[in-house]
């Protein structure tokens, strides 16, 4: 008769590779984010990035803006006298989104009443630390676009709930 190999494998044996296992996974990803973090991806602006918004006529000027998501963070577009400017919508002291329609001319967070300049993002009064970032938009073919980030320190610390958008 045929010799027969028997594989037997005791659950202690089983237990030493999903422990393995989920050690090499580990290592892994940590290494992984240590590569992503020293090397980091160069960011260009192409058409995948660009982030459809709305049309010129949906937004009047200087009475409300447009609150939309840009790659994950909340962001308002106003359109001011002087043009279109966009900003991050999250409040820079503790992360709630301020109002898109703006109190007497100024960006109004409804949290603690932080107040900030719609052309600049400028801090004007209230306990924000800092402005809001700021986005590059364009105007193509009656359609408003955002870009890119411009303050990316900014967008990094700043939390996005969800639920508040």
């Known amino acids: 008769m ?23 996974f580990l290592t892994v990803s940590v290494v992984a984010a240590i590569l992503k973090y020293l090397w980091p991806q160069t960011s260009s602006v192409s058409e995948a990035s660009m982030v459809r918004i709305t049309a010129v006529d949906d937004v009047p000027v200087g009475i409300t803006g447009k609150p939309f998501v840009f790659h994950g963070k909340a962001a308002l577009l ?4 002087a043009g279109f400017r966009c900003f991050g919508a999250v409040c820079t002291h503790l992360g709630c989104i301020v109002n898109s329609k703006l109190d007497d001319g100024d960006i ?3 949290c603690h009443l932080s107040r900030f300049d719609p052309n600049t993002g400028a801090v004007i009064s209230g306990p924000a630390p800092s402005r809001l970032p700021t986005i590059d938009v364009e105007v193509r073919e009656g359609t408003i676009y955002a870009l890119k980030w411009k303050d990316l ?6 939390p996005f709930y969800a639920g508040a958008a």
């Open 153 to 158: 320190a900014y967008v990094i610390s700043i």
């Open 108 to 110: 109004l967070c409804p």
């Open 78 to 81: 106003l359109h001011m006298p």
């Open 2 to 24: 045929a010799d027969r190999i028997a594989l037997t494998i005791t659950r202690r044996k089983l237990t030493e590779i999903l422990m393995g296992l989920v050690a090499l």
